[in-house]
């Protein structure tokens, strides 16, 4: 009800502003008030790599929305700036018009009227080539967590604006999974759907829309293979939204590809094994073979490094969000977050996602087992793994450090706190 009834207060604003005709530059502020969104928006434009060069669309027929299955910064940096594999930048940026973080914040980051590279190998209504017809929406965030409601406004509010601007009904709101497809490959034996993944958990009324297209017309044409969780998730009439979300797991159903898309073997997709050991996707054939990864390996997106420590303890940096360390499991109880400041809370204390500072710690699948005293020794605590690579113990002076590294359990101080693994169910 309570957007319905934004959206309305906000269609009126909208009808009351866009008798001007809207543009990117400010002078519209000084004959009519913008809507406050509109003026939130942050002007990211100047950003943009020297090289990428500004092409004018001629038509716009679509806006299509993404999820940038990476964190704020490197969102951002990849947008503007471009993809960079193995330290190569392989794109000049321009990779979308605008970036919505997901504390609702707004970027521009390419002006509306030029063509964005977002939408790569793509065909609607057997139309290719959709970048060229269509605006690019960034949504910070994995196709396999959930949309923030601040997401879901601001996107509203900005799908709203473009709509009128370009005279688009609702119909013309796509994701990119929806529009991306990928040329025959080991999974597929045709042209098919199903190469992205991106925004699959995007809810429509969420973000004030009218229900989307009801069939993916090139796969009822034939022109495409329908990807066939794509389908379900996309078409179906009624989804539950843990199918719509997903994980960043393997498992028998959720293989490499249902999580990665077309990134399945990229350098840059690393796999997580259940012993701790990381490969990247360019070497798990050599190393393993698709068919026998394990069960329960996680699928990390956009890593252009192999963090180099592979023990339970993570850090948060610029690359590495809280959603690629501790997958879905990030906002759980028995992930636990020590933050620089010293003060520790697990997953469901936080509710400020986008304000982890760098090098908060993380272990993932943990109980704090209580603390070390004179009477509690950590071999009466952690029993026979006390000084197991898997026991961690944190310090007074906030250091995190693995039972196999404990120098010496005579000298370790009574307050140090002890964490265990979760037994597996
Ligand atoms: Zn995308």
Redesign the pocket.
């Known amino acids: 009800m309570l957007t319905i009834t934004i959206r309305r207060a906000f269609l009126f604003l909208l009808i009351v502003l866009f008798t001007i005709p809207c543009t990117d530059s400010t002078s519209v502020a000084a004959t009519a008030k913008p809507s406050s969104y509109q003026r939130s928006i942050i002007d990211y434009r100047g950003r943009i790599h020297p090289k990428f060069k500004k092409i004018a669309r001629k038509k716009t027929k679509y806006i299509?929305v993404?999820?940038?299955e990476a964190g704020l910064k490197s969102t951002l940096n990849v947008v503007s700036k471009g993809k960079i594999v193995r330290r190569k930048r392989i794109t000049y940026g321009g990779h979308a018009n605008y970036v919505i973080a997901r504390d609702g914040r707004t970027f521009r980051t390419l002006d509306k009227r030029y063509r964005a590279d977002?939408?790569g190998l793509s065909m609607w209504k057997g139309e290719t080539d959709i970048s060229s017809v269509s605006i690019g929406i960034?949504l910070v965030g994995y196709h396999y967590m959930e949309i923030t409601d601040r997401q879901y406004r601001s996107a509203g509010a900005l799908i709203d604006i473009l709509q009128r601007v370009y005279h688009l009904n609702d119909q013309a709101v796509l994701t990119?999974?929806q529009i991306?497809y990928g040329r025959p490959n080991r999974w597929f034996k045709k042209s098919h759907r199903g190469r992205?993944r991106?925004?699959k958990n995007f809810i429509r009324s969420k973000a004030g829309l009218g229900s989307g297209p009801s069939f993916d017309p090139d796969v009822r044409a034939g022109r495409l293979t329908p990807d066939p969780e794509l389908a379900v998730i996309l078409y179906a009439k009624r989804v539950a939204p843990s199918e719509r979300v997903g994980t960043n797991i393997i498992t028998a159903k959720n293989v490499a590809w249902t999580i990665a898309g077309e990134d399945y073997n990229s350098p840059n997709t690393l796999y997580k094994l259940p012993n701790g050991k990381i490969i990247s996707g360019d070497l798990i054939e050599q190393k393993i073979g698709w068919k026998y990864i394990p069960r329960q390996t996680v699928v990390m997106l956009n890593q252009p490094k192999i963090p180099r420590k592979t023990g339970p303890i993570k850090t948060i940096s610029n690359g590495l969000t809280a959603w690629t360390l501790a997958g879905s499991a990030y906002n759980r109880t028995t992930t636990f977050y020590f933050f620089p400041n010293g003060s520790v809370k697990n997953g469901s204390q936080i509710s400020d996602w986008d304000e982890l500072p760098p090098r908060t710690k993380i272990i993932v699948g943990y109980r704090n087992n209580g603390k070390v005293s004179r009477a509690k020794p950590p071999s009466k605590i952690a029993g026979g793994r006390y000084k197991h690579h898997t026991t961690v113990y944190y310090f007074p002076n906030t250091s995190l450090v693995t039972g196999n590294f404990v120098k010496s359990f005579r000298k370790i101080p009574s307050g140090v706190q002890v964490y265990l693994p979760v037994k597996k169910s």
């Open positions: 299509i993404h999820t940038s977002h939408a960034e990119h999974s991306a992205k991106c925004a």
